[in-house]
């Protein structure tokens, strides 16, 4: 299978529930449209005013994980049109006019980043909506309409409370709906995917919630003239938020480049350490590894190659099996030392230096060696069995790297690539 078959495949699978939640978004619009239309818009100024906050947030969206847009202006915008309440507004939204905007605003947005050929992605945009859609169901059935801001704490303590709990509930939501597509893509265990996705809440989703408040709050008392204010560090944020998720590109950039190095002179074959990684990083899903240890392993399997540089010649095809253990451990452990020289891949550089050690003298007898290390020896032992020009049959492969079970490799592992290749994995 060619890398553009494996993401057509991905994506696919992906749409399999984006499909359902993009469906449910422009329904659930659709229906608080027909709403609005008969009951009316109410605020205007409000609804142009946050709906361009959306749309806006919406268009300058950026990717710090590579499997999940982010958009903090858009999404605290919208939470906060979902919470109105005070003095400034006669007539607070209604649920549906609040769905009707935030959908519109959304659409609007997405459009000039499609046109552009920027990245963008329909589905988390629909469970942004979505969320948003719940945060103003449960705001407005906690909290009457005749019941806001002014100045009395009587009145402040329900509403601090409601806005908070609107929060949580779209936090929630969006991590219970993040983790089914999680499960369904990555295939990792849906304990773990939601693991990841409340993790992802408490950080990023924490300031946008906060953010969202604070709107809220701000432009219920004020009125329209808090909102340069509160946009403000929301403004601050965002390009915090970028900062960082370009630094992570810069990062990645790096490592994909001293991975290449081993190809270039040789010792290993063309696209060798990109298929290591990848089915490295299937297995990681599988056992439901963390965020960063699973960033750790994807460098980890790319840089594992790195210290054969140091070796007088490359292995023919760069199949480093052929190599005898010393010659592979002494490789790994110089790979470990210039990995270390970076600073900031310890960790990485740690999983290198056991990743050829055996199961029966390595992790079996010491359980401080990461299990990391183990998912590389077994990728990369599977990927020089299958993988270009190697002309072995997955079964086939499978059957080597059974005979090695409990002695060279970690039992755990190896049930992992299993499930994994039993699943259809291709390189």
Known sequence: MTSQDAAGDL?????GSGVVIVVAGLGLGLVSGVLTAREGVSEWAFALTFGALIAIGEMVQFYVDRTRN???IATSAALAYAMLRGPSLETPPSVAQIIVVTTLATMIGICPRAIAG????IVVSSRRALSVACTALVFSAVIPTD??????????APLCLAMLLGVLTAGIVDALVGAGQSTEMENKPFPAALRDELTVMGQIGMAMGLGGVLLAAGTSLLGLWAVPLVVVPLLLTQFA????????RTYRTTVRSMARSTEIAGFSSPGQNARTASLAVAIGNDLGLTPARMEALEYAALLSGVGQLALADPSPGGASLLRTREERQRAAEIGAAVIERSGVLDHV????????DPYRHGRANDSSIPVESGIVNVALAYEQLVGE????????AMESIG?????????????SLRRVVGRGFRF
Do not use: C, T
């Open 147 to 156: 019941l806001g801001w002014n100045g009395s704490w009587r009145h402040a």
């Open 349 to 356: 550089a740690e999983i290198v230096r056991h990743s050829n």
């Open 118 to 121: 920027l990245r963008w992605d």
């Open 11 to 15: 994506g696919v699978r992906r749409m």
């Open 241 to 248: 938020f970028r900062r960082f998720a370009s630094a992570q």
């Open 70 to 72: 982010r958009a903090p």
């Open 403 to 415: 005979l090695g079970i409990g002695a060279e490799y970690d039992p755990v592992v190896v049930e």
């Open 389 to 396: 020009g190697s002309g072995q049959s997955p079964d086939k």
